[in-house]
């Protein structure tokens, strides 16, 4: 979607006084604070999904996945919450790199009698896939480390569940409400762990991130 909104907002599928405005929406959406947007997950997604996640449970409450009933908060709506995150992100980032191709580029393919789409899915795609890569991965990573939207949403219990509507908790979650009260030695140290894995994790997306944009390059190259 990230990707689509960006082809939409960079090439001439709309007229340029939609198309630049629709471009700067876009860039503010993914520029606001998550503590805004944690709100907006409290008072209009969770009433908004709360029947479907009811739904869900009377369907499908065979499936370990839905095997629990939902108050509200719960790991399903902070994944929807982080993918309504990280959407704005890809599409600025990838918008972006699509108006850096050369101009030429479209107007060779064209003359070759190539078709819009087909210069969409044969030259620009190819061509900007090391940095529409780059923008998931770096998406990804702001997902692993959301911390205040997560936090609001998720409902923060310590219990492991295989069910999406039932409450649960992240690792950045964990540190942002147990860490100001933590005054034993050992519960800080297992903080001090958690962060350690946190950091680790990140890492290993950024390192896959370097790999993928190099692979990616060297591909169209």
Not at 205 to 217: E, R, S, Y
Request: glycine share 6%; charged share 10%.
């Amino acid at each position: 979607m990230g990707i689509a909104v960006a082809l939409i907002t960079s090439e001439n599928f709309l007229p340029p006084w939609v198309r630049s405005p629709l471009g700067f929406l876009i860039e503010l959406i993914a520029s606001i604070p998550s503590v805004i947007v944690g709100f907006w997950g409290i008072f209009v997604l969770i009433p908004f999904l709360k029947p479907f996640q009811l739904w869900l449970y009377q369907q499908f409450s065979w499936i370990p996945l839905f095997s629990t009933e939902t108050f509200g908060p719960s790991i399903l709506v902070a994944g929807v919450i982080l993918s309504v995150m990280i959407l704005p992100t890809i599409a600025a980032i990838s918008r972006e790199v699509l108006l850096s191709i050369p101009r030429e580029l479209r107007t060779a393919s064209m003359s070759l009698g190539a078709t819009r789409w087909e210069t969409i899915f044969a030259v620009l795609l190819p061509a900007s896939a090391s940095g529409i890569i780059g923008a998931i991965m770096l998406a990804l990573g702001r997902a692993l480390g959301e911390t205040m939207a997560v936090t609001m949403v998720i409902g923060n219990s310590d219990q492991l569940s295989f069910s999406l509507l039932d409450s649960g908790n992240t690792i950045p979650a964990v540190l942002a409400n147990q860490f100001p009260e933590a005054l034993d030695p050992i519960h800080i140290g297992a903080l001090m762990y958690l962060s350690l894995i946190l950091f680790a994790l990140t890492l290993v997306v950024n390192v896959a991130a370097v790999f993928l944009v190099k692979a990616f390059g060297f591909k169209n190259n």
